[in-house]
Every structure is written in structure tokens, then in C-alpha cells.
């Protein structure tokens, strides 16, 4: 499994850049290999549910239920499980599904998915999804990838350069693109600690370049590391799927809460108003930080509370 295999390389990249020792090296390397057992390989295929979605909640219904006249929405997904939305277990909990049902019931009219994503993608693989959307070019285009990256062993830049190029073909060709960058590697329970914290500082330092670069090439960037992990980090049995890995339809249904808006703004149906700036780290994450770790430490010291003395 990729995911899993990721894992491993990350180590790597720690070790080579961090200077760990072999004993370091060997304890992570030990823990990649329990993660990968305990995770396992994908038992299915993602489900699939591409067709046209109409503003009842029916869907997916072919193209010749469409009234005449009446030209549905083309929305593509392209990424990697996570857009493909393994994990699932009913195809209303797809990502894309939960998209193109949400844009359906905004605009008051059908949709069109066509889902792309492929399992185990990496953004150096993305430039043949973009291919076959570009063949009959959609409105709009979901992206969510990145987790799959360390695979490539190309540095955290390139990778976000690698998807900036493919925005950039999707919006010369009058397409808009919302990408969920990085999803945080350390909020998955079976990647032990300390290998757990290697994944999460790998995963959102991607996130970030990925959310600069996009934005500088006419995307939309949504982060979802810095809007979900609280969630995931908080509900673990609840937003995971039973291989406590990929998302389970709660965990979809989440992400997809905080995409919807943003599609509809790219497209210019949004009516909510103006939407609120997507913050740029987590409050979940920034605790995590060893400097924010050492003053929340300091402050316990020097202002130690009183016993039986109540909250003010």
C-alpha cells in the first residue's frame, strides 16, 4: 500500500536530513513496519458514483433524465484515495457525491461528477488526471492530494510546484480549481510516536507550500489539515474508517462541509456572504509545536494553581 510505504520513505528523509542516529533510524524504522501491519493493504476498491446528481437528493442518473434544455454543472475530482473517497462505505458518503449533491441543491439544478482520483496517486502522477479532464473540460475541479508525495522523494517544494502546474493548465483552459491540500499524517492512531510526529510536521509543512502555490496559480486552496485535525484528532473512531486510515463517511462528510462553500465561490454562486479567511496553522497543530509545548511547560511552573482553588 502506498500510504503505508510512505511511511517508511518518510523516515528516510528524516533520518537523511536530521542526521538520526542508527538506533533512532531503527526504532522508527520498527514502527513503520507495525503501522504497516496494522493498517494493511485496502480490502476494495473505492466505490463509484459518477453520473448527474439532481437538486432533490437523486443521483446519479444518466444524462438522458436531464430536461432539455437544461445544461448540468460539470464538476471533475481528481487526487488520490482521498478524493477517490476510499474508505467509504455507501456512495452518498463519497466525497464527490457529497459535492456535486451540495452544488446541486445551491444552484438549483443537476450536476455532473466525473471522478478521476486514483488510489495511491502522487501530484507527479496528477498531470495524467488532468489530462483526461481536460479531454471535455469541466466548470470546476476538486483536487485533494498530497499524502502520497514523500513516495516520490522529490523535496516538499517540488512537489508543491508539481501541482501548481497542473492548476495553472486547468485555469488556462477557464476551469476552476479548489485543491484540499495535505490532510495532518499525525492524527492516524496506528503510526506511533515519535514516527507519528516525523508524518504530521512532513504533511503540514506540504500543506502550506501546497496552499501558497496553488493560490499564486489562480486556485482555491482549502486547508485541510489546519480545519479537520481537531476533528479527526478529537473523534478518532468516529471520522476514521475501520482501517483507521482513510476517512470514514462521517470523516467525508467533514471535509466536504468545508470544500462546498469554496467551490460555490469559485464558481460564483456562493450567498453567504463574504466567507472568513482559512487560517494559515491549526490551533491543534500550533500546540503541537515544541516551542508553544515549552511555554504552556513554563507557565504551569511559575504559575502553578492553587489546591481546591476553583477556574476564575
Not at 475541479?141 to 498530497?146: R, S
Not at 496559480?217 to 483507521?244: H, I, K, Q
Request: proline share 10%.
Amino acid at each position: 500500500m502506498i500510504a503505508t510505504k510512505a511511511l517508511r520513505l518518510a523516515l528516510l528523509a528524516a533520518g537523511t536530513a536530521g542526521g538520526l542516529s542508527g538506533a533512532a533510524y531503527g526504532l522508527l524504522n520498527g514502527q513503520a513496519g507495525h503501522a504497516r501491519r496494522v493498517i494493511g493493504p485496502p480490502i476494495a476498491e473505492p466505490l463509484r458514483a459518477d453520473g448527474v446528481h439532481l437538486p432533490t437528493g437523486v443521483g446519479p442518473v444518466p444524462r438522458s433524465e436531464v430536461p432539455e434544455g437544461v445544461r448540468p454543472l460539470e464538476v471533475a475530482v481528481l487526487g488520490d484515495s482521498s478524493a477517490a473517497g476510499l474508505g467509504a462505505n455507501f456512495p452518498s458518503e463519497l466525497p464527490g457525491v457529497r459535492v456535486a449533491q451540495g452544488l446541486a441543491e445551491e444552484l438549483d439544478g443537476p450536476v455532473a461528477l466525473t471522478t478521476h482520483a486514483i488510489v495511491g496517486a502522487t501530484t507527479r502522477e496528477l498531470s495524467a488526471q488532468v489530462d483526461a479532464a481536460l479531454r471535455q473540460p469541466p466548470e470546476v475541479v476538486l483536487i485533494i492530494i498530497g499524502a502520497n508525495d514523500v513516495t516520490s522523494k522529490l523535496p516538499i517544494s517540488r512537489c508543491a510546484e508539481l501541482l501548481a502546474e497542473q492548476v495553472r493548465r486547468l485555469v488556462e483552459a477557464d476551469v476552476k480549481v479548489v485543491v484540499g491540500t495535505c490532510p495532518d499524517l499525525g492524527s492516524i492512531r496506528p503510526i506511533p510516536q515519535p514516527l507519528r510526529s516525523v508524518a504530521s510536521r512532513w504533511s503540514i509543512a506540504l500543506a502550506r507550500a501546497q496552499r501558497r502555490c496553488v493560490e499564486t496559480a489562480g486556485g482555491y486552496a482549502v486547508p485541510l489539515a489546519d480545519l479537520l485535525s481537531p476533528e479527526f484528532l478529537t473523534r478518532p473512531a468516529e471520522f476514521f474508517s475501520p482501517d483507521r486510515f482513510h476517512p470514514s463517511g462521517a470523516g467525508y462528510e467533514a471535509a466536504a462541509d468545508i470544500l462546498l462553500p469554496v467551490m460555490c465561490m469559485a464558481i460564483g454562486a456562493w450567498q453567504g456572504g463574504p466567507l472568513p479567511p482559512a487560517p494559515t496553522r491549526s490551533e491543534t497543530a500550533e500546540a503541537r509545536r515544541p516551542t508553544s509545548r515549552i511555554v504552556a511547560h513554563l507557565n504551569r511552573r511559575l504559575h502553578p494553581r492553587t489546591p481546591g482553588r476553583g477556574l476564575d
